[in-house]
């Protein structure tokens, strides 16, 4: 149980130093910028509580809120995904998998575990910029920034997953 726990605790300063030190300070075109920290929702087991991850979810987005100057958007979008993601990942996981499963390319298979990355990040990113612009007046600049940082995320997640789990 301290191991388990210790070991959310390391991810999620890794990813909470990864956003903080280096991604917030990604701007491709004054628009993009990558949000990696979805992947904390990612590698968690399918036996995980739901309201546990909720709360490690809440407290990793308002660590990034507080470092990143941005007034609740990263806890309310990472609290709305870990939410969506148990039912989610219960319904993307193989039938005969265990009760345990960390999902992983070769738990999944390759492209239900790259379908489930993009379901979460999409549902993130959806929450995160529609409560940045609070408003639809400016849908251009909203969909060249839902959509660079989207992808951009994505590319940085897939990388990520691709050296944790090799092929």
């Known amino acids: 149980m301290i191991v388990v726990l210790f070991r959310r605790l390391v991810h999620a300063l890794l990813l909470l130093a990864l956003q903080v030190l280096v991604c917030n300070h990604i701007h491709l075109m004054g628009y993009a910028t990558p949000m990696p920290y979805v992947l904390f929702l990612v590698w968690l087991p399918l036996n995980a509580?739901?309201?546990?991850?909720?709360l490690w979810?809440?407290?990793?987005?308002?660590?990034?809120?507080?470092?990143?100057?941005?007034?609740?958007?990263?806890?309310?979008a990472l609290?709305?995904?870990?939410?969506?993601?148990?039912?989610?990942?219960?319904?993307?996981?193989?039938?005969?998998?265990?009760?345990?499963?960390?999902?992983t390319y070769k738990t999944?298979?390759?492209?239900?575990?790259?379908?489930?990355?993009?379901?979460?990040?999409?549902?993130?990113?959806?929450?995160?910029?529609?409560?940045?612009?609070f408003s639809f007046f400016h849908l251009t600049a909203l969909g060249i920034s839902f959509g660079g940082s989207l992808a951009l995320s994505l590319l940085l997640m897939l990388t990520f997953e691709t050296l944790r789990h090799g092929k």
């Open 49 to 54: 509580n739901r309201i546990g991850n909720m």
């Open 108 to 133: 999944m298979g390759r492209w239900n575990h790259i379908r489930y990355i993009f379901i979460l990040t999409l549902v993130h990113h959806t929450a995160f910029f529609l409560l940045e612009s």
């Open 79 to 103: 609290t709305l995904t870990a939410f969506v993601q148990w039912p989610l990942l219960r319904a993307m996981a193989p039938k005969d998998s265990i009760e345990d499963m960390v999902p």
């Open 57 to 76: 979810a809440f407290l990793l987005g308002l660590a990034i809120d507080i470092f990143s100057n941005t007034p609740g958007e990263a806890a309310a």
